[in-house]
C-alpha cells in the first residue's frame, strides 16, 4: 500500500490514491487538477522517504471534486455577576479533494484504479464443452 503524508492549509494529512479528503479551502475551480509538492512522507512497497522538511521530487496530484462549508462551530463567551454574553458562530470554508497519483521523481509510484470492466461472458461453445 502506498501512501504519502502532505502539508496543505497548515495540516499534515495522510493521503492515499482513490479516496477523497476534506482540507481548508483551495482557489482552484472544482474539476480542476491540482498538484501538491509540500510532500513531507512517502511509503511506497515498505520502502520509506522522509523529507527535511519535504521529499525531494515527490508530489501529489488530485482533482477538486467541489468546495462546500463545514458544520456551524458556536463560540459562546461569558463573564459571570457581569450580564456580559456573546454568542457567536463559525463554518469553515472546505475543499473536497480526490486524491489521484502519487508520483516520486517523475515515475507514478501509485494511482487510482480506472472503473473496473465487466468481466466478458464465455462463448457459448466453451460452455456446451464443459458441460459434457
Do not use: C
Not at 503524508?5 to 491540482?34: C, H, M, W
Not at 520509506?48 to 463545514?70: D, S
Not at 489521484?100 to 466453451?126: F, H, Q, R
Amino acid at each position: 500500500m502506498t501512501y504519502a503524508i502532505i502539508e496543505t492549509g497548515g495540516k499534515q494529512l495522510r493521503v492515499e490514491p482513490g479516496r477523497f479528503y476534506d482540507i481548508e479551502l483551495l482557489k482552484d475551480e472544482a474539476n480542476s487538477q491540482v498538484t501538491i509538492d509540500k510532500v513531507l512522507f512517502v511509503q511506497h512497497d515498505g520502502g520509506v522517504n522522509i523529507g527535511q522538511p519535504w521529499v525531494e521530487g515527490a508530489t501529489v496530484q488530485g482533482t477538486v471534486m467541489r468546495h462546500f462549508r463545514g458544520r456551524k462551530v458556536l463560540v459562546y463567551k461569558m463573564k459571570p455577576k457581569k450580564k456580559t454574553r456573546k454568542k457567536r458562530g463559525h463554518r469553515q470554508e472546505i475543499t473536497r479533494l480526490m486524491i489521484d497519483s502519487i508520483s516520486m521523481n517523475g515515475a507514478v509510484l501509485a494511482a487510482k484504479e480506472a472503473a473496473a470492466t465487466p468481466a466478458p461472458e464465455a462463448a457459448p461453445e466453451a460452455a456446451e464443452a464443459t458441460a459434457e
